[in-house]
């Protein structure tokens, strides 16, 4: 039962354009959700994060949307830059921001210069 | 600040053989995480310690797997005996506390059971 999606294993995009990752999930008792990024043979590194009684958080050039009602999140990255070529990963907990982490099967970006 | 140490990074084993896993965590963190990540899956908690007690270990396979973090530092994950489906990267992960906004993941070791 795979609670938490990402039905897009990659996704490309130029450089300074906007990249927009989508994740979906099933469990309504999901309270917190987290992005992580991965370079290859490195471990995941958090990157942002938003509680359910939010629909949005800004850091930078990385904002999370949440749609409750959707089940739906996503991750805009703009602009976009090559070094943002990575894995990305959402994940959901029930616990608030201690609760176990559902993960994600992950999307891999690619931002071409 | 040192990052998360693990080792070894790379590890081929036979089934049914065993094999060990290490992780030295970032220095004061009272919080350790052992991740199962398969291939073109997200990683999966097995076992998550806050300081050298367990806090969730659901999801370890506990008739193969074992973990332990002796004196709330180092820690390791052990696996006897080894199947094919253990083929995986296993990820270690620390934070001062228990929240995921702090959480550093270490290098990962990958395992190829033959």
């Known amino acids: 039962d795979q609670q938490v999606k990402q039905n897009s294993p990659s996704l490309s995009v130029q450089e300074g354009r906007i990249s927009i990752l989508n994740c979906d999930y099933t469990n309504s008792m999901f309270d917190y959700f987290l992005w992580y990024k991965k370079y290859p043979a490195e471990g995941p590194t958090f990157l942002i994060s938003?509680?359910?009684?939010?629909d949005k958080n800004e850091d930078g050039r990385f904002t999370v949307f949440l749609n409750k009602s959707a089940k739906h999140l996503s991750l805009h990255i703009v602009p976009s830059q090559p070094g943002d070529s990575a894995v990305y990963f959402c994940?959901?907990?029930?616990?608030?921001?201690?609760?176990?982490?559902?993960f994600g099967q992950g999307t891999t970006l690619q931002v071409k210069p | 600040e040192a990052g998360v140490a693990q080792s070894p990074r790379y590890k081929i084993i036979e089934k049914r053989q065993s094999v060990a896993f290490w992780c030295n965590p970032i220095s004061g963190h009272a919080t350790l995480y052992w991740y199962q990540q398969i291939l073109g899956q997200g990683p999966k908690l097995l076992i998550q310690?806050?300081?050298?007690?367990?806090?969730?270990d659901s999801q370890l396979p506990k008739d193969r797997f074992s973990a332990e973090r002796l004196k709330g530092v180092d820690s390791t994950l052990k696996i006897q005996p080894a199947k094919l489906e253990d083929s995986a990267v296993y990820l270690c992960?620390?934070?001062?506390?228990?929240?995921?906004?702090?959480?550093?993941f270490g290098p990962g070791t990958r395992l190829t059971v033959l």
């Open positions: 938003i509680s359910s009684i939010k």
């Open positions: 992960a620390s934070s001062p506390g228990s929240s995921y906004n702090e959480q550093f």
């Open positions: 994940a959901a907990s029930a616990g608030g921001n201690t609760g176990k982490l559902i």
């Open positions: 310690f806050q300081n050298n007690g367990v806090v969730d």
